[in-house]
């Protein structure tokens, strides 16, 4: 038990650590070099941890993957039994001070987006964006996939990480905050974000000593992509919420995620442990020809988006996101406004012009959720359920109230005297 620990004071302390936070692009590495604890055997995978055995299939697809373009195994045979052995070590990208979208599997060779939070100097990463269809992180793992990822290696980091040595940090404080006023929630909807970035890469692509035909690659695979900017905008999220972690007292939650199976999430006075609860199944949008009996339960760190105040959180910025997943504009401000009442505050930097600029909702409260009975809002993609196939929709999904039940019954008993 801990004692002298003021609830208000410390949630007050998170959000000030929170609001500060400045992130910035800070270069592209490899992911065996720069990801804090990644091996040459571990794979980094989306949400709380889970072994081989209860992975879902768009989670197994993706590690089968990763595999394979990793060189460990040649085929889905091999893959398989390797993956089953103790051999391949797996972990969730929110233990290596990360976050992956979707399945989020990340092997040592992959390049990785650096982050840093000027103010407090932590550091993020997640993987490179792929694009929407058959890509690893909603399972797939055909060769068309595997070479996608070998020139995402070979072609697409070593150009970005040049173009940033010229370019300079790049604020995505600042760009997220000028996407939400340009119809973005940087969650399911990133083209302003993708247009934004690309503003500001582009010049220093063009300056960099590349191949011009590579150079040209890039550039269309960037441009092509409105989802890009989704790889940028979840680790920046993650670095705000980092800040967070570890305040004695505080109920507020720093990270939401899911591996296609659990659901769990963590809280910054808690922050050493997971709360979980089953995966639930997303109400959305499906592609033509696949029904609700193709899909996976929710699945990726993408969440952090929302955690973050962003998301479906800022649903009110986006209206246009609703002929994505589902649903009306009438009901993207239901949501924004529904969110106040589960956060502490509203945000300082991203603010919603079709709410007379209210800053989005910050900082869910643990204590609200459970009070109110109101769930965080979540819009995120949708993975068949078999692996190698890849996604087959969008929509919107909540987490299980289990999670917030059982990290409020670990709340009391750690700062037992608040309670009393």
């Known amino acids: 038990m801990v004692n002298n620990v003021n609830i208000e004071l410390a949630n007050k302390e998170a959000i000030k650590l929170i609001q500060a936070a400045q992130p910035i692009i800070k270069g592209v590495g490899v992911a065996r070099d720069v990801v804090p604890g990644m091996r040459e055997n571990m794979i980094l995978h989306a949400g709380p941890p889970i072994t081989w055995d209860r992975m879902s299939g768009p989670m197994r697809g993706a590690v089968i993957g990763g595999i394979i373009y990793q060189g460990l195994a ?4 091999s893959a398989e039994k390797l993956a089953a052995s103790r051999d391949i070590v797996f972990a969730p990208w929110h233990e290596h001070s990360g976050v992956g979208p979707m399945a989020g599997v990340a092997t040592a060779n992959m390049p990785v987006w650096i982050i840093e939070n000027k103010t407090h100097g932590n550091r993020t990463y997640c993987t490179l964006n792929e694009g929407l269809g058959k890509v690893l992180r909603f399972g797939a793992f055909s060769p068309e996939v595997i070479d996608r990822l070998r020139w995402m290696q070979d072609i697409l980091g070593p150009v970005i990480a040049a173009a940033l040595e010229l370019r300079g940090e790049i604020n ?9 006023q340009m119809g973005d929630e940087v969650h399911n909807r990133n083209r302003a974000g993708t247009s934004l970035f690309f503003r500001e890469i582009a010049p220093a692509i063009v300056d960099t000593k590349f191949r ?8 269309e695979f960037i441009t092509s992509n409105d989802h890009f900017f989704l790889n940028l905008s979840m680790p920046a999220a993650k670095a705000m919420l980092q800040a967070a972690e570890w305040i004695k007292g505080s109920t507020i939650v720093t990270t939401m995620s899911r591996n296609g199976t659990d659901f769990g999430i ?10 979980t609860g089953p995966a639930q199944m997303v109400k959305g949008l499906l592609f033509p020809g696949y029904s609700d009996a193709d899909c996976n339960p929710d699945l990726g760190d993408s969440a952090i988006t929302e955690t973050a105040g962003l998301g479906a959180f800022s649903m009110a910025a986006a209206p246009a996101i609703v002929r994505f997943v589902g649903g009306s504009a009438s009901q993207a401000y239901e949501i924004t406004n529904r969110m106040y009442e589960i956060t502490e505050a509203e945000s300082e930097s991203f603010q919603i012009p079709a709410l007379d600029f209210r800053g989005s909702p910050t900082g869910i ?10 769930l965080p809002q979540i819009n995120t993609g ?4 078999r692996a190698g196939i890849g996604q087959v929709g969008a929509g919107l999904v909540n987490p299980p109230f289990a999670c917030f039940e059982a990290a409020l019954e670990a709340f ?9």
Do not use: M
């Open 74 to 77: 040649k085929d889905q045979a």
């Open 172 to 180: 995505l404080k600042s760009l997220i905050a000028q996407a939400l």
């Open 212 to 219: 011009d035909a590579d150079k040209k690659k890039v550039l």
């Open 266 to 275: 963590r809280v910054a006075g808690l922050q050493e442990r997971w709360f």
């Open 365 to 374: 409260n643990l204590l609200k959720v459970c009070e109110r009975d109101i």
């Open 382 to 385: 949708i993975a068949h359920c």
């Open 412 to 420: 009391a008993e750690t700062y037992a005297p608040v309670f009393q």
